[in-house]
Nanobody, 126 residues
Framework: QVQLVESGGGLVQAGGFLRLSCAAS????????VGWFRQAPGKEREFVAV????????YYLDSVKGRFTISGDNAANMVYLQMKNLKPEDTADYYC???????????????????WGQGTQVTVSS
């Protein structure tokens, strides 16, 4: 019902900048929260940021606060993750996620999100 496609990943040096994009299609009007998760090799999928579609509230992983910004463009069915001052520990596959429930569980977990993109790779070199 909802399809998500990420783009914008790549290789950057520590301290660099990237903006990830997520294009949504299908029954996007049903989405009430959208988020970004990441998964590094050998690790579980980790919450990064979430945006409440209804009121615009945001919530971030502590380690990315002040560096990452999640935003959305409802008319364009797009969600973005701007990442500045990137660190090697940010290296991971980044996934866009969406869910029709407006409830944001803290801390967010992957099980709270119904729809997922295929991921885009971010590599930060030191």
């Amino acid at each position: 019902q909802v399809q998500l496609v990420e783009s914008g990943g790549g290789l950057v040096q520590a301290g660099g900048f990237l903006r990830l994009s997520c294009a949504a299609s299908g029954r996007t009007f049903s989405n009430r929260k959208v988020g970004w998760f990441r998964q590094a090799p050998g690790k579980e999928r980790e919450f990064v940021a979430v945006l409440s579609v209804s009121d615009g509230a945001t919530y971030y992983l502590d380690s990315v606060k002040g560096r990452f910004t999640i935003s959305g463009d409802n008319a364009a069915n797009m969600v973005y993750l701007q990442m500045k001052n990137l660190k090697p520990e940010d290296t991971a596959d980044y996934y866009c996620a969406a869910d029709p429930s407006p409830i944001v569980v803290k801390p967010p977990t992957p099980s709270n999100y119904r729809y997922w993109g295929q991921g885009t790779q971010v590599t930060v070199s030191s």
